[in-house]
C-alpha cells in the first residue's frame, strides 16, 4: 500500500514545498504555506479504466445545436453569450456582500418557473436562513430545490435523486471531500472538488455554477488552476457604497469574452439597467470644467461615460497622479504628451482623475477624453455639453483610429449628442447620422484648439493654455 506524505502548500498560489517556508517563494507572502496530507493513487487505476468511450474522427462527430437555457435577465444572457449552456461549468467571484447570492438566486428562480428544475446548495447558510432571504427576493418556485451541504459525496448523492438541470454551489470553499485529510477551502480541496463539479456537469448534463471568494487583491481565491478548468469566469464588480454592479466575462468557451452587463442593487434584489449610458451621464454638471465624455465599448455594446478631472498646484515636491477607473501609469503617460506635445506645463500640478458610475475602461479609444478632461480642468474651460471624444493617443500627440466607430457615434446621437471627435482615419468607409457633427482630427493639439478654445489653425491659444504657469 502506498505511504502517504506531508506537504506544505501555499494558500494563495499553490506552491509546494517538502519543508514549512515562512515566505512562499512563489507569490513573495509571508505565513502561507499549511500543512496537507497528499495521499498518492493507485497505481492498479489505469488498468481497470473502462473503453465505452473511444476516440472519434472530427469529421464523423454530429454536432447539434444545443438550445440555450435563456433567463429573464437580458444583461445576464449578455454576458453568458446568449444563455446558459447546458453541462457547462461557471465560476461567478466578487467581494463579499457585493451580491453574487443574490444574482445566482434570482436567475435560480427565473429557470424555474420557466420549468427547469434546479438545485441550490449553500455551504454557508441553513436552509432557513437560505429562505429568509428568498423571501426577501420574492423568490417562490415549485421547481427550486434547496440544500445546505458542504461534502461533495453527499452533494453527487442527492443530484441522483432530484436529477437537476442547473445546480448552483455557493460556494466552492465551503466544498470539501471526506477522502481528504486538508481542510474546506485549502487548495488541495479547491482544486479536488471543482475537478469532480466538473466530470458531473459533463456526464450528467447539468449546468453548473459555483461561487468563489476572492483576495484581498481582487483575484479568485484557490489555485490558479481553478480557473483554467471551468468554461466560463465571471466577475461580480461594484463598489459597496454605490448601487450599480458590473458582471463581467473575463474567459468564456461559449461567447465572447468582452461583455459586461449592468445591475442596480434594490431592496427587492437586483435589477438590470436597460441602458447604463443614461445612468452614468444623468448627474453630470453643466458648465463644469474638467469633464469630458467618451463613447467606451464594452463588448459589444457601446456605453457613454464621463470622465473627470482635478488638476491643482502641487504642495510637495513630487505631483501626484492619482486615478480612480482608469490606469494610474496610463494617465501620466497622457500628462506627458500634453506637456510636451501641447504646450501645458503640467510637471507641478496635481492630477486626480475620476470615471464617474464606478465603470472601469482599459480600452486605448478612452485616451482623448481623459487628455481632454485634464486640459479642461488645468485652463479651467468646459468642453461643450454636446461634445463626445473618441481616439487613442500617441506619443507623438497624434490621434489614431479605434474600432466599431460607427456604433459608437451612433449611440451618441441617440443620447443627444451632437459633435464628435474621432480620428481623421476613421472619417471614411461609414454613413455619419443625422443630426451629427463629426470632426475628424489628427493631433491632441487640434483637439485642444477646437474643443477648448484656440486659433482658426487648431492651434491652442496662449491666452487659455499660457506656456509659463
Known amino acids: 500500500m502506498a505511504k502517504s506524505k506531508t506537504v506544505f502548500i501555499c494558500q494563495e498560489c499553490g506552491y509546494e514545498s ?29 488498468s481497470s479504466v473502462g473503453r465505452d468511450n473511444k476516440p472519434s474522427l472530427l469529421n464523423q462527430i454530429i454536432l447539434d445545436e444545443e438550445p440555450r437555457i435563456v433567463t429573464e435577465l437580458k444583461e445576464f444572457n449578455r454576458v453568458m453569450g446568449g444563455g446558459v449552456v447546458p453541462a457547462s461549468l461557471t465560476l461567478v467571484g466578487g467581494d463579499p456582500g457585493i451580491g453574487k447570492s443574490t444574482l445566482l438566486l434570482q436567475v ?54 432530484v436529477q437537476p438541470e442547473i445546480m448552483i454551489i455557493d460556494s466552492i470553499q465551503t466544498i470539501y471531500n471526506s ?59 461594484g463598489e459597496r457604497h454605490h448601487t450599480f454592479r458590473i458582471l463581467r466575462a473575463v474567459k468564456n468557451r461559449f461567447g465572447s469574452t468582452n461583455e459586461m452587463g449592468v445591475f442596480e442593487m434594490k431592496e427587492s434584489g437586483l435589477a438590470e439597467v436597460a ?58 503617460l497622457l500628462m506627458a504628451v500634453l506637456e510636451k506635445r501641447v504646450g501645458l506645463l503640467l510637471q507641478n500640478q496635481d492630477a486626480y482623475v475620476n470615471v464617474a458610475g464606478g465603470i ?11 487628455a481632454v478632461s485634464i486640459a479642461s480642468s488645468f485652463s479651467n474651460r468646459p468642453t461643450g ?49 443625422e443630426g451629427m457633427e463629426v470632426i475628424g482630427v489628427a493631433s491632441l493639439a487640434q483637439v485642444m484648439g477646437l474643443a477648448l478654445g484656440g486659433t482658426e489653425s487648431g492651434a491652442p491659444d496662449p491666452a487659455y493654455f499660457p506656456a509659463d504657469l
Open 275 to 332: 441602458n447604463p449610458s443614461e445612468i452614468f451621464l444623468q448627474e453630470r454638471a453643466r458648465g463644469a470644467s474638467g469633464s469630458a465624455i467618451v463613447a467606451a465599448m464594452e463588448g459589444t455594446r457601446p456605453i457613454l461615460v464621463e470622465v473627470q478631472a482635478l488638476v491643482s498646484p502641487t504642495s510637495f515636491g513630487n505631483p501626484r497622479r492619482m486615478a480612480t477607473g482608469m490606469d494610474d501609469h496610463r494617465i501620466s
Open 360 to 370: 472601469k475602461l482599459d480600452e486605448p479609444a478612452t485616451d482623448l477624453a481623459a
Open 18 to 46: 517538502p519543508k514549512w517556508m515562512g515566505r512562499c517563494p512563489g507569490c513573495q507572502n509571508w505565513n502561507t504555506m499549511v500543512e496537507e496530507t497528499i495521499r498518492p493513487a493507485s497505481s492498479a487505476g489505469i
Open 179 to 237: 477522502e481528504m485529510s486538508s481542510a474546506p477551502g485549502s487548495i488541495s480541496q479547491v482544486k479536488a472538488c471543482t475537478g469532480d463539479l466538473l466530470r458531473i456537469a459533463k456526464t450528467r448534463g447539468t449546468a453548473i455554477f459555483i461561487v468563489g471568494h476572492v483576495t484581498k487583491n481582487g483575484a479568485l481565491a484557490g489555485p490558479r488552476t481553478l480557473e483554467h478548468m471551468v468554461d466560463t469566469v465571471l466577475y461580480f464588480e
Open 108 to 161: 435560480s428562480d427565473q429557470l424555474a418557473r420557466k420549468g427547469h428544475t434546479v438545485l441550490y446548495i449553500s455551504g454557508e447558510e441553513s436552509v432557513r436562513q437560505t429562505k429568509m432571504r428568498a423571501g426577501r427576493l420574492n423568490v417562490a418556485s415549485d421547481n427550486l430545490y434547496v440544500l445546505s451541504e458542504t461534502d461533495i459525496r453527499q452533494i453527487e448523492a442527492h443530484m441522483q435523486d
Open 385 to 433: 455639453i454636446s461634445d463626445v471624444f473618441i481616439g487613442e493617443v500617441g506619443l507623438t500627440g497624434e490621434i489614431r483610429g479605434v474600432s466599431r466607430i460607427e456604433q459608437r457615434v451612433n449611440e451618441s446621437c441617440k443620447l443627444g449628442f451632437s459633435r464628435a471627435f474621432i480620428p481623421e482615419k476613421n472619417l471614411s468607409g461609414w454613413s455619419h447620422p
